[in-house]
Each structure stands twice: as structure tokens, then as C-alpha cells.
């Protein structure tokens, strides 16, 4: 895959273990603050709510500017804000509104740098590759923001909060510095040419293009609306959305003394490694699943990891159920993105993706900070066990509205099999 994927590997790594620990820490410091469900519940919805606010925005100037110079600004830029945040748990001076403030700005850098990764991928390696790069970066993701981010933050806040978010502060810098080593990526795809045919929903195929540079803003949205595959994935990522707002809002309040789990904040923090463990073994295997199961069976699996992921609270089941519960939905979670991933870098013009890529963001992402404030709300009304039953409701309903793309996608896998990216060649190839 070459040196520069490898130092963007690098930077993914180091930058996604300070998301771990940040998205850790910032409930729980509010929790340490004698912060209200409500107030813990709004520290995620204000990290997440920067998606469906200034996501086209971040789509639109991904693909305007060099993507490696975005990634070593927005990674220092970030870096930065933390430090100031260690500033104020040094004197004293950690409040409710500072943690609020601090996970603004970090939901506005994570759309630049998320949209900027996906969309640098295709300029570093090469089309035969990409299912396996794309598979690189969700197990370095999941090793790092979820097996070893959650448990450190449980460990460091416990000793100090300063500590804590100096960690990130500090990981953010070398993300910064390790994209700094990259050469400017060129898209090593062959560019398409005015009036080349295409058939949007086809993987492998992407639709015509126009002689002229489209700029506009809302031309990804546009192009997202109008396919025939991508806009139905989008919709229902948006409704597994609500469903991982909820859980993530509220399980720390569920999970941490004097929850029902009565977890130390340690203890939850390794209780969170069990989605991480689901998602590094589903990113080593999701390349031969793809080519013997169908994308659609695998798309169905994450739909029933959400299921899994709220009904042990919605029952009030024991710790056990829960982290398996918690495995199987890092699994599809996993699986999922990998496989949607690919989709949209293989049906998307290269001038496009990062707009396209942002509009599914927006919506599918945007639907995390409804479902987190809707969930803090009702549970301040009601009970927490009433805010996962709901959630386990909606879940169930997503994976039978999903039923119907599943065909879908296994006729498109069978009329385009060179979608499969890094599938096994017949005999013939390899004669050839």
C-alpha cells in the first residue's frame, strides 16, 4: 500500500487513541463535576452535533483544499484546545460549560478530519487495494479509539484529570506531525473523460461526469439523494444512529456506580474493549466474508448487533449479556462501515467523494445528537430502562426495513462481481 499509506496508518492510529480517550473522559469528567443525566447526556450530543451543522461545509472544503494539509491543521488545531483544557484542571477551573465548549470544537475538527481520511485513501492506494486499506484503518479505529482509548482514560482519569486530557493533547500532535511526512497524494485512478457512461448503483462504476469542475456545496448532497444504493444506506445508518445516540448518552449512567451495573470508572472503560474486540475481529475477516456471504448478509449482521446493543439494558440484564451485547454490535458496526465504505469510493467520482462522503455524514451522523438529546430527555422524564426499551424497538424495526436493500445488493454483488474488491481470480485470470 505504500509509505504514505503507512504514515497516514501511523496518524489514524495516534489520533484515534486520543478520540478514545477524549470521547471516554468528557462524560465521565462531567460525571465527576456532580453533572445531571441531562448535562452528561449533552456533553455527547454537543461532540456530535457539529455533523449535521457544518458537515456539507467540511465535505465542500475537503475537496477544495490539499487533504494532507487539512489533516496536520485541524490534528494541531485540536492538540491545541486540549492543552487549554489541561490548563483549566490544573488551576481548578473545569466546569460543565468548558467540558461543553471543548467537545464543540472537538465534533468540528472530527468532520474535516474524518472526511479528509476517507477521501485520501483513494489518492494513496491503488483500486485493487482498498477494501483492504479501508479494513487497515477500521481495525487500527477500533484497536485504538475503542480496545485501548476507553480503558487508559478509565485508568488516567482515576489519577488525574489534568493528566487525562494532556494524553489527547499530546496524541493529537504526533497525529499532526506523522500526516506532516506525507507527499501530497494524486488520485491514482484513472480520471474519468466528458460522456464516459455510468450506472449509479452499480459498484465498481461511477456515474458520468462533466468537463467543468463542480464546486457547489450542496453537489454531494445532490449526487447522495439521487443514487439508487447509496441513499438507502445513508437512511438507514441514520436510524441505527438514534438507536447508538441513545447508548451512548446514557450507558455510562447505566453502566458506572451507582448505576445498575455499579461499575468503577475503570471497570467501565474495559467493559468498552468488548466492542472493540467485536470490531478488530470483524475488520480481519470482513474481505472473505464479503466474497462468500454478499454484502447484503453482512450489512444485515450490523442491524442486529444495534438490536443486540441496547436490549441487555432495556432487561436490565447482567454484565455478561451486556458486553456480549456490546462485541456483536462493534462487529456489525465494523463490518458495516467497511463494506459502505467501499461502496461510495467505488460509485463516487474522486472531485465528489469528500461532498458525498460529508452528506452522508450529516445525515446518518447527524442523527447521533437527536438521538443522545431525546434520550437524555426522556430519561429525566421516565427511567433509563424506558429510553433502551424504546431504542430496542426502533432498532428491531430498522433491521426489517432494511430487509428489502438486502436483495438488492446481493443482485448488484452478482451482476458486478468486480465490485468485491481483492476478490480470488478464476483460473483464467491468472493464466491471462
Same mark, same amino acid.
Given at each position: 500500500?505504500?509509505?504514505?499509506?503507512?504514515?497516514?496508518?501511523?496518524?489514524?492510529?495516534?489520533?484515534?487513541?486520543?478520540?478514545?480517550?477524549?470521547?471516554?473522559?468528557?462524560?465521565?469528567?462531567?460525571?465527576?463535576?456532580?453533572?445531571?443525566?441531562?448535562?452528561?447526556?449533552?456533553?455527547?450530543?454537543?461532540?456530535?452535533?457539529?455533523?449535521?451543522?457544518?458537515?456539507?461545509?467540511?465535505?465542500?472544503?475537503?475537496?477544495?483544499?490539499?487533504?494532507?494539509?487539512?489533516?496536520?491543521?485541524?490534528?494541531?488545531?485540536?492538540?491545541?484546545?486540549?492543552?487549554?483544557?489541561?490548563?483549566?484542571?490544573?488551576?481548578?477551573?473545569?466546569?460543565?460549560?468548558?467540558?461543553?465548549?471543548?467537545?464543540?470544537?472537538?465534533?468540528?475538527? /472530527?468532520?474535516?478530519?474524518?472526511?479528509?481520511?476517507?477521501?485520501?485513501?483513494? /489518492?494513496?492506494?491503488?483500486?485493487?487495494?482498498?477494501?483492504?486499506?479501508?479494513?487497515?484503518? /477500521?481495525?487500527?479505529?477500533?484497536?485504538?479509539?475503542?480496545?485501548?482509548?476507553?480503558?487508559?482514560?478509565?485508568?488516567?482519569?482515576?489519577?488525574?484529570?489534568?493528566?487525562?486530557?494532556?494524553?489527547?493533547?499530546?496524541?493529537?500532535?504526533?497525529?499532526?506531525?506523522?500526516?506532516?511526512?506525507?507527499?501530497?497524494?494524486?488520485?491514482?485512478?484513472?480520471?474519468?473523460?466528458?460522456?464516459?457512461?455510468?450506472?449509479?448503483?452499480?459498484?465498481?462504476?461511477?456515474?458520468?461526469?462533466?468537463?467543468?469542475?463542480?464546486?457547489?456545496?450542496?453537489?454531494?448532497?445532490?449526487?447522495?439523494?439521487?443514487?439508487?444504493?447509496?441513499?438507502?444506506?445513508?437512511?438507514?445508518?441514520?436510524?441505527?444512529?438514534?438507536?447508538?445516540?441513545?447508548?451512548?448518552?446514557?450507558?455510562?449512567?447505566?453502566?458506572?456506580?451507582?448505576?445498575?451495573?455499579?461499575?468503577?470508572?475503570?471497570?467501565?472503560?474495559?467493559?468498552?474493549?468488548?466492542?472493540?474486540?467485536?470490531?478488530?475481529?470483524?475488520?480481519?475477516?470482513?474481505?472473505?466474508?464479503?466474497?462468500?456471504?454478499?454484502?447484503?448478509?453482512?450489512?444485515?449482521?450490523?442491524?442486529?448487533?444495534?438490536?443486540?446493543?441496547?436490549?441487555?439494558?432495556?432487561?436490565?440484564?447482567?454484565?455478561?449479556?451486556?458486553?456480549?451485547?456490546?462485541?456483536?454490535?462493534?462487529?456489525?458496526?465494523?463490518?458495516?462501515?467497511?463494506?459502505?465504505?467501499?461502496?461510495?469510493?467505488?460509485?463516487?467520482?474522486?472531485?465528489?467523494?469528500?461532498?458525498?462522503?460529508?452528506?452522508?455524514?450529516?445525515?446518518?451522523?447527524?442523527?447521533?445528537?437527536?438521538?443522545?438529546?431525546?434520550?437524555?430527555?426522556?430519561?429525566?422524564?421516565?427511567?433509563?430502562?424506558?429510553?433502551?426499551?424504546?431504542?430496542?424497538?426502533?432498532?428491531?424495526?430498522?433491521?426489517?426495513?432494511?430487509?428489502?436493500?438486502?436483495?438488492?445488493?446481493?443482485?448488484?454483488?452478482?451482476?458486478?462481481?468486480?465490485?468485491?474488491?481483492?476478490?480470488?481470480?478464476?483460473?483464467?485470470?491468472?493464466?491471462?
Amino acid at each position: 500500500m505504500g509509505k504514505d499509506f503507512a504514515r497516514l496508518w501511523i496518524a489514524t492510529g495516534s489520533a484515534n487513541l486520543g478520540d478514545g480517550i477524549v470521547l471516554t473522559a468528557l462524560p465521565l469528567l462531567a460525571l465527576t463535576l456532580g453533572g445531571t443525566v441531562g448535562q452528561i447526556a449533552l456533553v455527547t450530543t454537543v461532540a456530535t452535533l457539529a455533523w449535521p451543522i457544518v458537515g456539507l461545509h467540511a465535505g465542500w472544503v475537503v475537496d477544495r483544499f490539499p487533504r494532507r494539509s487539512i489533516l496536520v491543521l485541524v490534528n494541531i488545531a485540536r492538540a491545541a484546545a486540549l492543552a487549554l483544557l489541561t490548563v483549566a484542571a490544573l488551576t481548578d477551573a473545569l466546569t460543565i460549560p468548558l467540558l461543553l465548549l471543548a467537545a464543540g470544537i472537538y465534533g468540528v475538527a /472530527e468532520t474535516l478530519v474524518d472526511t479528509a481520511l476517507v477521501t485520501l485513501i483513494p /489518492e494513496l492506494v491503488e483500486p485493487a487495494a482498498r477494501t483492504g486499506a479501508n479494513a487497515r484503518i /477500521e481495525a487500527t479505529i477500533n484497536i485504538t479509539n475503542q480496545l485501548l482509548g476507553p480503558p487508559l482514560a478509565g485508568v488516567i482519569i482515576g489519577l488525574s484529570t489534568a493528566a487525562t486530557v494532556a494524553t489527547g493533547s499530546a496524541l493529537y500532535l504526533v497525529a499532526g506531525l506523522a500526516v506532516l511526512t506525507i507527499r501530497s497524494g494524486t488520485p491514482r485512478t484513472p480520471p474519468t473523460t466528458p460522456g464516459t457512461p455510468g450506472t449509479p448503483g452499480t459498484p465498481g462504476t461511477p456515474p458520468e461526469t462533466t468537463a467543468k469542475p463542480d464546486t457547489r456545496v450542496r453537489s454531494g448532497l445532490t449526487y447522495l439523494w439521487r443514487h439508487e444504493l447509496q441513499r438507502p444506506l445513508t437512511l438507514l445508518t441514520a436510524a441505527m444512529s438514534l438507536v447508538w445516540g441513545a447508548w451512548s448518552a446514557l450507558f455510562v449512567v447505566y453502566a458506572v456506580s451507582p448505576g445498575p451495573l455499579q461499575l468503577t470508572t475503570g471497570q467501565y472503560g474495559l467493559l468498552l474493549t468488548a466492542m472493540a474486540v467485536g470490531g478488530i475481529i470483524a475488520s480481519t475477516v470482513v474481505g472473505p466474508l464479503r466474497r462468500r456471504l454478499g454484502s447484503g448478509l453482512l450489512l444485515f449482521l450490523d442491524c442486529l448487533g444495534t438490536v443486540l446493543l441496547v436490549l441487555p439494558m432495556a432487561l436490565n440484564a447482567d454484565i455478561w449479556f451486556t458486553a456480549a451485547g456490546i462485541t456483536m454490535a462493534g462487529a456489525g458496526s465494523s463490518i458495516w462501515r467497511i463494506v459502505v465504505a467501499t461502496i461510495r469510493q467505488e460509485t463516487t467520482p474522486g472531485p465528489l467523494l469528500g461532498r458525498v462522503y460529508s452528506a452522508s455524514r450529516v445525515i446518518s451522523w447527524g442523527a447521533v445528537p437527536l438521538g443522545a438529546g431525546l434520550a437524555g430527555v426522556l430519561a429525566s422524564l421516565t427511567s433509563l430502562r424506558t429510553v433502551f426499551l424504546a431504542a430496542t424497538v426502533l432498532a428491531v424495526l430498522v433491521a426489517f426495513a432494511y430487509l428489502p436493500l438486502w436483495r438488492t445488493l446481493n443482485l448488484l454483488q452478482r451482476t458486478a462481481p468486480e465490485a468485491s474488491l481483492e476478490r480470488t481470480p478464476t483460473t483464467e485470470e491468472r493464466t491471462r
